[in-house]
């Protein structure tokens, strides 16, 4: 039986309360991973170490009840290590398949930029079709799945660029800050009164739906009604990217699709069953500035995809009724 909106919404301030038992602070990238969770996509958070970015996605991860694995991105990392092979079991003479710990309901991949393209590409899949092939053969993933990727700012030694196809294939980037005073030291005291000190535990988080429960919610945010011109709204912003003189490549149309697919989340995030303008313009940002392209003279004049969102939020009208 489907859950109605409120039944969701309450399932989702309960997940936001757990993941506060580990997670201090940074509502806003809380609220982000949850619609995008709920969007049935995947999230790139980017921050510089230490920030607990892994910690906050093993908190959402036990939140909903998912399983979860973490892959730790590095260098030397092979595609196989990830998806997995098929091999030849000596015992028996047969050929058994060797599944990855890509066969989970949320994939860490902690600190993606540090492998290479090679190893970064082997998501693709997994990601877009939510299959993985191994020696010719198809393996469905787990539902829900989703990719949860973070990754340290390429000017720190030892990253590699995500390519832009894989770039395009996160619903959305969310940017992890430094925290402020009060909650740091909020954080400091939660981690010094576990013993050791050594980290912020997960074990305090409890489940508040299974994975059952959990694509209930997506299907019923599929279902949220969406008028023509807030779509058109969507798909005009989307636009006005692809005509700037400041980029070299724009948002294509997942973007668009992207967008609708958050702004219903945050809709039934918020208690609605339809969305409004300022769903999309609440989340063009995160949505859309990984998927733009600086050109040469947009560096030179030193804009960031974020300013170029921005300034298409202020000239682009949005739909008043």
Do not use: W
């Amino acid at each position: 039986m489907s859950c109605t909106i409120n039944e969701a919404q309450s399932a989702l301030e309960k997940a936001k309360i757990e993941i506060a038992r580990a997670f201090i602070g940074q509502d806003e990238l809380v609220n982000q991973l949850l619609i995008t969770l709920l969007a049935g996509g995947h999230i790139l958070v980017e921050g510089v170490p230490g920030l607990g970015k892994t910690l906050l996605v093993r908190a959402a991860a036990r939140a909903i009840g998912g399983d979860s694995r973490r892959v730790q991105f590095t260098p030397d990392l092979m595609p196989s290590d990830i998806t997995g092979s098929v091999i030849l079991d000596t015992s028996t003479g047969n050929f058994i398949t060797k599944k990855g710990p890509v066969f989970t309901h949320i994939l860490i991949a902690d600190e993606i930029n540090r492998a290479p393209a090679k190893t970064q590409a082997s998501l693709f899949e997994a990601m877009q079709e939510y299959q993985v092939s191994l020696d010719g053969e198809s393996h469905a993933l787990p539902r829900p799945f989703m990719v949860m990727a973070t990754e340290n700012p390429f000017e720190h030694e030892g990253t590699y660029p995500l390519p832009d196809a894989q770039k395009d294939r996160f619903l959305m980037k969310a940017l992890i800050q430094y925290p402020p005073a009060e909650e740091e030291k909020r954080m400091v005291e939660q981690v010094l009164s576990g013993g050791t000190g050594a980290e912020l535990s997960v074990s305090a988080v409890n489940a508040v739906m299974n994975p059952e429960k959990f694509l209930e919610i997506q299907e019923l945010v599929s279902s949220l009604r969406c008028d023509g011109a807030v779509v058109d709204y969507a798909v005009r912003l989307c636009a006005a990217t692809r005509s700037s003189t400041v980029l070299e490549c724009g948002a294509g149309p997942r973007g668009s699709l992207s967008l609708i697919r958050c702004a219903r989340a945050r809709a039934l995030f918020e208690g609605r069953d339809f969305i409004i303008p300022d769903d999309v313009k609440a989340l063009a940002v995160p949505v859309l500035a990984h998927r733009l392209t600086l050109s040469a003279e947009g560096e030179l004049e030193g804009l960031t995809e974020k300013s170029i969102v921005e300034g298409i939020l202020s000239t682009v009208e949005a739909p008043r009724t």
